[in-house]
């Protein structure tokens, strides 16, 4: 089945130490998000690829960063975790801005 | 500002009971909406959506949804639940016509549904 995978599903990292969080597909949809979503809270987009071209949203902090070496992979990179940002951080799909298919998460906790 | 508000945050309902979850957007201009489900350790699956022509959109599982313009209402309907229900479901919005790839989230509202 067509999908969007994220690995690890649980991630565990120091106060300040980087962690790499990855999701790939096989929809080859041209467009990845990455959102985080914090406990009742909604999923916030942090920033989108639409094929190679990169948008971050205005208020996604610099220790956020993400890469997408090809069409099916995308990382997001956290430079220097902080304890404000253990949350659920959710991978989707789309093709065009047309309807989103979403990963299982990846759930970082910052100790 | 662009925003999603959904007026439940955890509703219980006894099987067979009808449903109706409360969503309303502020957004400029036209829109996409949608409705999103979680099960229980599962990821966000598209319950249905609404792009444009009849305002009252059938999705999986039973569900529907009506968009009320004047409203900037979407408001999620089902006449009888189940207990497979029972999951978060979240409404969200984005810009028509392709332009915006912001898919702005309510914050969910939790349904829990007694066999």
């Known amino acids: 089945d067509a999908m969007v995978i994220q690995n690890p599903r649980y991630q565990v990292t120091q106060f300040g130490k980087p962690v790499t969080l990855s999701c790939s597909q096989t929809?080859?949809?041209?467009?990845m998000y990455w959102y985080q979503q914090k406990s009742s809270q909604a999923p916030k987009l942090l920033f989108h690829?639409?094929?190679?071209?990169?948008?971050n949203e205005a208020d996604t902090p610099d220790n956020f960063q993400s890469r997408r070496p090809n069409t099916s992979f995308c990382f997001l990179d956290i430079r220097s975790p902080g304890l404000g940002d253990a949350a659920m951080y959710l991978c989707?799909?789309?093709?065009?801005?047309?309807?989103?298919?979403f990963g299982p998460g990846t759930r970082l906790t910052v100790l | 500002a662009q925003s999603v508000s959904q007026h439940n945050h955890h509703v219980i309902l006894s099987e067979a009971a009808s449903l109706e979850l409360g969503c309303n957007y502020s957004y400029g201009g036209t829109v996409n909406l949608f409705w999103y489900v979680q099960y229980p350790g599962q990821h966000l699956q598209l319950l249905l959506k609404y792009f444009s022509g009849d305002p009252l959109v059938k999705g999986i599982k039973g569900f529907e949804a009506e968009f009320i313009k004047s409203k900037f209402s979407f408001n999620l309907r089902k006449p009888s639940v189940q207990w497979s229900d029972t999951a978060e479901y979240f409404c969200a919005v984005n810009g028509a016509g392709g332009s915006q790839g912001n898919l702005i989230f309510g914050k969910g509202t939790k349904l829990s549904v007694k066999p």
């Open positions: 690829y639409y094929d190679k071209d990169f948008n």
């Open positions: 929809l080859n949809h041209n467009v």
């Open positions: 989707a799909t789309s093709e065009g801005y047309n309807e989103q298919f």
